[in-house]
């Protein structure tokens, strides 16, 4: 066994450029993280790769922001927001919703739900939320959020891998 002991903490040496070359191979789902930004008035939103469930009891999600996202604020300040789980086939949807310019919306067809926020027509799920939490996550912020009510349609999904947007494909093996 080894009696080797390691600091509390280190100093990380790992380059952005090393960090996103290994993570890469990671594929992700792609979500839309959208809010009715109470100063205009209209949808908000931008693409996040790191959604996923975090507790099941109590339902609660998360995700990291850039901190340098101007579209986070957005959402933040409306306090609830949705998350739109996207389709194959939405690819201009997350080409329009991460763009940093232009009206992200305005090609884009989405619904009001009960809570006030806009969902994304054809994705496979949505689910409202409610902001707890939001945690320093180095570069980026760390979202924790209560689910307020989820819902699920049929389809396949958006996959990002590679930095490619593709489909899933079952293995023969499984
Ligand atoms: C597939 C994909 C996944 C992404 N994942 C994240 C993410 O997890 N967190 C993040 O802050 N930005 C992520 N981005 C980038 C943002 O969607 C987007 O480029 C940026 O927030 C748009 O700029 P804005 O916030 O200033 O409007 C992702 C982009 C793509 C295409």
């Keep these: 066994m080894s009696t080797e002991t390691f600091p509390d903490t280190v100093a990380s040496t790992i380059s952005p450029d090393h960090f996103r070359a290994v ?12 809010a009715e930004d109470p100063e205009t008035g209209g949808p908000a939103g931008l693409i996040v790769g790191t959604f996923q469930s975090l507790s099941l009891d109590p339902a609660l999600v998360t ?9 986070w604020p957005k959402v933040a300040r409306a306090r609830w927001f949705s998350v739109s789980l996207l389709a194959d086939g939405q690819q201009p949807i997350c080409k329009a919703l991460s763009s940093k310019t232009g009206d992200k919306f305005q090609s884009i067809s989405w619904t009001k739900s009960q809570f006030g926020t806009p969902h994304i027509d054809g994705a496979l799920g949505w689910i409202d939320c409610a902001i707890r939490e939001e945690l320093d996550g180095g570069d980026h912020i760390l979202i924790v959020a209560e689910v307020l009510q989820m819902q699920a349609a049929e389809g396949e999904p958006l996959v990002f891998h590679g930095g490619r947007l593709g489909s899933f494909r079952e293995s023969a093996a499984s």
């Excluded at 993570?23 to 959208?34: D, E, K, Q, S």
């Excluded at 995700?63 to 579209?71: I, L, N, P």
């Design 23 to 34: 993570m890469r191979h990671l594929p992700t789902g792609v979500a839309a993280i959208c």
């Design 63 to 71: 995700f990291s922001v850039a901190r340098t996202s101007s579209s």
